[in-house]
């Protein structure tokens, strides 16, 4: 009775965050006239059931969802149909040390460079894993930029490690080097900003970097303009993936299918940088009895000679063939800086049985030795011994 005296109506969802006691738009869902009353209840249990979600990544304080309803003669109202508190206070991200060296960024585009990255990506992971995101990712995506900024604190500290990681000398205090690093972080993102709004850029479509590339290159773009475009249209398609190994699946998939000397370089830093996700290792290697194994096989995957078993994974067996091509320098690099960061550490290399660990290091030494690459060998033996040293102190 009501829908044929005012005509249709049609529904749409807002939901807001509330960031620092302000209350701002994350998202708006759309209805369409004539839609059914079923079709309308599922759109909204969608947009409260997205409103919870952020709510439950710990980053809001509140969450709201305000119903628009427009009848085709213009008339409207709305009204707040969903209002959330956190019930606790959330706890705070921490930002995590990067044991290696920050390089000295003089341009927006540097921070996307490989050692950078994997900064960003070590420094921030927590906030990366949440997100499902990149250290390339964070720095071309609008979305995640600002959900980075929403937490100034966090951000600022991070960038405030990332200083503190430039020890190259002759260098201003940590603090004039992360005012510095603060600034690359929003030149950063009005590059972003600046991509977002030009038109007729060439898509990321089907999964085809060549072709991507291809297309901007024809643009006769610099050098550094193009990296920029071709990981920021990148972003807007491996974003929505759902895990890291979907999105190395993509890149190495692009790799066997479609070689290109001109992307090679770009699919390695794509690929290692998935690699820096510690959980994607794991499913990678699979269960392993003890840290010494685990240890093993990354050393045996770096150089391609990882056994498959007889019902392989097809990304490991992917990602084995290109290593041992020598086709993933980065990725390369990626697991053996984490062997040895692994081989640093004071974890046992078998929770099982303490009283073996100064055998199975020297067992591990020797055999890690054997696989490692000329430039990480001084540095495998140098940890290798310093493990065995601790093992011997342990049992005295």
Request: aromatic share 8%.
């Amino acid at each position: 009775m009501f829908g044929s005296m005012f005509g249709s109506r049609a529904y749409a969802y807002e939901i807001y965050v509330q960031v620092d006691g302000r209350w701002r738009l994350d998202k708006r869902l759309e209805g369409e006239a004539g839609m059914t009353k079923h079709a309308n209840e599922q759109l909204e249990k969608s947009a409260i059931a997205q409103a919870n979600a952020l709510l439950n990544m710990g980053d809001f304080t509140a969450v709201k969802v305000l119903r628009s309803r427009a009848r085709d003669d213009g008339f409207a109202t709305q009204s707040e149909i969903f209002a959330k508190t956190a019930s606790n206070k959330p706890k705070a991200m921490t930002t995590r040390p990067f044991k290696g060296q920050f390089p000295l960024c003089t341009a927006p585009h540097d921070l996307s460079s490989r050692q950078a990255a994997k900064a960003i990506g070590t420094v921030f992971r927590e906030f990366l894993d949440k997100q499902n995101a990149t250290g390339i990712e964070l720095i071309h995506s609008p979305q995640h930029f600002r959900k980075l900024n929403d937490m100034s604190s966090f951000m600022r500290a991070g960038i405030y490690a990332l200083a503190g990681a430039q020890t190259q000398p002759g260098q201003p205090s940590q603090s004039e080097r992360s005012k510095k690093l603060e600034a690359l972080f929003d030149k950063q993102m009005q590059l972003v900003r600046d991509a977002m709004a030009e038109k007729g850029l060439p898509a990321f479509e089907n999964n085809n970097f060549a072709a991507l590339y291809e297309k901007l290159d024809a643009r006769k773009l610099p050098e550094e303009q193009l990296r920029f475009l071709f990981f920021f249209q990148m972003t807007k398609v491996t974003q929505t993936l759902s895990s890291y190994a979907g999105r190395l699946d993509v890149a190495l998939t692009d790799m066997i299918e479609r070689p290109q000397p001109a992307t090679a370089g770009l699919m390695d830093e794509i690929a290692a940088s998935c690699l820096d996700s510690t959980s994607l290792i794991q499913d990678l290697l699979g269960p392993r009895t003890n840290l010494s194994e685990a240890l093993i096989a990354l050393a045996e995957l770096s150089g391609g000679k990882l056994e498959m078993p007889a019902r392989p994974d097809p990304l490991l067996e992917k990602l084995n063939r290109l290593l041992g091509e020598g086709r993933l320098p980065c990725c390369t690099d990626t697991l053996w800086e984490r062997i040895l960061s692994n081989l640093a550490s004071k974890a046992l290399l078998s929770k099982s049985e303490p009283k073996k660990e100064w055998q199975m290091s020297r067992n591990l030494n020797h055999k890690l030795m054997a696989f490692a690459p000329e430039a990480y060998k001084e540095q495998v033996d140098h940890a290798g011994r310093m493990r065995m040293e601790r093992a011997r102190n342990m049992e005295d």
